[in-house]
């Protein structure tokens, strides 16, 4: 079974500032690795996703994250957010058997990140 | 329209009441799911199922029964309703393969229990 640890439940910043959303998961297989969004009173959307191939991945928005295999992370970067990120995010995972995934996708507990002017 | 549709979006009852979440969706996924999302909990897996003929209880599947009626169509029941059953109720869809852990949301249903 794969688990997700989202290290901050909350995360304040200013306009125009960077921003880093950590994200950790266990798991004993290979994994797929994927950040969703929640803008308020919506669903959540693909943010971006890494199935195999380069670690630095990009996203909508101007969003990326980076695949760490030593340390089981999957950090989320931004280098300059806007009011408009304000938003609930969550990583997710689902294990990898030879290129295809089963099972069910696992979410961490979500990070609130509230952008300030 | 949305891709995935549910209904209704908003609903407030009594305890011990029958309530039924219904979803539907026109992304011809074969994969769909009922998640729950309280604050500071994510969202937890209700119930799944990976085709018509397949019906799977996630991790809190007490107090909750699914059917799934047609490939686009994936309902969620409360039989007795109590409030701690008070939430944001989501419906998913995905598609077997590669991309399995890309799912596609509806705007959720939230219900309140008195």
């Known amino acids: 079974a794969q688990s997700v640890t989202q290290l901050d439940s909350q995360v304040p910043v200013f306009e125009e500032a960077p921003v880093e959303l950590r994200c950790n998961y266990s798991s004993s297989v290979s994994v797929y690795l994927f950040w969703y969004v929640q803008y308020p009173n919506q669903g959540l959307q693909l943010l971006l996703k890494?199935?195999?191939?380069?670690?630095l991945v990009k996203g909508i928005n101007g969003f990326e994250a980076e695949f760490n295999k030593s340390q089981t992370s999957f950090h989320l970067r931004k280098p300059s957010v806007h009011i408009s990120d304000t938003a609930e995010y969550f990583c997710a995972v689902i294990a990898n058997a030879g290129g295809t995934s089963y099972g069910k996708l696992t979410f961490g507990q979500g990070t609130i990140l509230t952008v300030h002017p | 329209d949305a891709d995935v549709t549910q209904t209704p979006r908003n609903r407030i009852t009594k305890t011990g009441k029958r309530i039924m979440l219904e979803c539907s969706q026109t992304k011809g996924h074969d994969r769909m799911y009922w998640y729950r999302q309280d604050p500071g909990l994510g969202l937890r897996l209700i119930y799944y199922s990976f085709d018509v003929k397949d019906i799977n209880k996630g991790e809190i599947s007490d107090g909750y029964s699914v059917s799934r009626q047609a490939q686009a169509k994936f309902s969620l029941s409360l039989e007795s309703a109590i409030p701690n059953q008070t939430a944001l109720y989501f419906c998913a869809t995905g598609k077997t393969g590669v991309n399995t852990g890309e799912l596609f949301f509806g705007e959720g249903s939230r219900l309140t229990v008195l």
């Open positions: 890494y199935l195999s191939g380069s670690t």
